[in-house]
């Protein structure tokens, strides 16, 4: 005997938001109890799909939009307009002037970063989705806010004790996992994103992030535990953890989590107290 488990609506509902079908695609309203329409009456005109990336009017406009670019080109000016950039608020601007990702057409904005460029501890994740590319900010829909308690439990807040970004600044279409050319051709804008922010601890939040910037591969086996980073400057610190998206979805692995944000918190208290900000003299 086979059991049939029936989703309720709101299972549904975020299931297809997991899936990235986050918009309806028409705005008329149907009657699906209605009769079909005979067949001989003129079809509806049916919602027309957005130009893929590099077609369409906009592209043409552009002629450096990504399909025009090859792979090769697009890394190599992303690595000269990040290396550019002298502030964080700088490469931001250099972010949204790149036209060398393809994920850029279909993104509705670049998510850059939240929380504190000068705290310690700086998180990357993998890319936005769909609240993240709503809103312009990384890691503000479920997964955010399981983040929020990750860090919460070791006493962390987000908007003051750590600076959060994505190895990829826009959405992949239906929150696919980037491609590795796709990475490639962000990735000097991410490392140059940690080298301004200049964090005493760098955590690796999912796979693509930990093996994108770590060269870490097999999350389950990397976690937990140190390694290095080197912001091009000086060698900090790097901890890689399991993605709160996965353990949205298998909630037993939190315990492994939770144990990784212990060994971040052990880590900050060796550091000790921040020095203090320098204050004006006043003699
Ligand atoms: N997942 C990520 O990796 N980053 C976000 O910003 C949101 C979800």
Redesign the pocket.
Known sequence: MSLTLVPSPAELVAWYADMGITEALDETTHDHFAAPEPASEPSRPRPTLPPRAGQGPAAEARPNAAAATAPEDAALSARVLAREAATLEALKEALARFEGCALKATAKNL?FADGNPQARVMIV?????G??DRVGL????R??QLLDRMLGAIGLDRKTDVY?A??LPWRPPGNRTPTPQEVAICLPFIQRQIALANPDILVC??GP?AQGLLGLTGILASRGKWSEYDTGTRRIRALATL???YLLRQPLQKRLAWRDMRTLKAALDALGAPEPAPTARVD
Not at 138 to 141: E, H, I, L
């Open positions: 998510v994740g993998e890319a936005p989705g609240d993240e990384p890691f503000v829909g997964s955010g959060i994505n190895l939040v999912g992030a993605h709160p998206a």
